[in-house]
């Protein structure tokens, strides 16, 4: 079982729609996740963190987590052609302070 | 401007020859980390180091080393580059007091070694 795993995908999602993306990680004693957007040939960038339970809402964005399913989610609201990318899901797993990245999610908004 | 620099941004080098890619951070922060990002294998630590002189191997440290004798600066150097190290490489840093912090991550280096 990997460390975090994500869906390769491509997901495709119309323009305006909502696109949910998951992710699940394998550490118990996780305490911080990460969401990044990657597009082709460039950095990833950090687009949201999330620490509690719960959702955590910045904008289009909505980060969710649930510690006990070891489960955490993006959701990107009013989807927009710009937000094809890679999203990637980070987990400091075991309490530390090193980034387990999943492989990402390529994420295609069709017009 | 908050920044993590990596130079250069494009490598094309031969089997063998020495290399060493540049990565400095303006932040102050502790911990600064290399990792190479592969198809389908995602991105994977090769070495970090947690603060000046404290340096240790990632996931994927074979072929690598690194050094560590600021706090701004942490070089990836390739001894002998192989065509398995052809790769895209990502340097990044964050506060080592602030758990819940992300990284920031460079522009990124793509090696090419043939």
């Known amino acids: 079982q990997k460390e975090v795993e994500q869906n390769s995908g491509p997901l495709s999602v119309p323009e305006g729609a909502i696109a949910s993306l998951n992710c699940t990680y394998s550490?118990?004693?996780?305490?911080?996740f990460f969401w990044y957007r990657q597009y082709s040939g460039k950095s990833p960038e950090l687009i949201m963190s999330i620490y509690s339970n719960g959702d955590k809402e910045d904008g289009r964005f909505t980060a969710q987590l649930n510690k006990a399913s070891q489960y955490v989610s993006l959701l990107i609201r009013d989807s927009q052609p710009s937000d094809s990318a890679t999203y990637l899901c980070?987990?400091?797993?075991?309490?530390?302070?090193?980034?387990?990245f999943g492989t990402g999610t390529q994420l295609k908004v069709e017009l | 401007e908050a920044q993590v620099t990596q130079n250069p941004r494009y490598l094309i080098t031969v089997t063998g020859k020495k290399l060493t890619v540049t990565c400095s951070q303006n932040?102050?922060?502790?911990?600064m980390s290399w990792y190479r990002q592969d198809p389908g294998l995602g991105l994977r630590q090769i070495y970090y180091?947690?603060?000046?002189?404290?340096?240790d191997k990632g996931d994927v440290p074979e072929g690598y080393k690194v050094s560590r004798k600021e706090k701004r600066n942490f070089p990836l150097i390739l001894e002998s580059p192989s065509p398995n190290q052809t790769s895209l490489y990502f340097c990044?840093?964050?506060?080592?007091?602030?758990?819940?912090?992300?990284?920031?991550f460079g522009s990124g280096t793509r090696l090419t070694v043939v």
């Open positions: 550490d118990r004693v996780s305490q911080s």
């Open positions: 990044a840093s964050s506060p080592m007091t602030r758990t819940n912090y992300g990284y920031t």
């Open positions: 980070a987990v400091k797993l075991g309490g530390g302070n090193k980034l387990t």
């Open positions: 932040m102050n922060h502790e911990y």
């Open positions: 180091s947690m603060n000046v002189e404290a340096t």
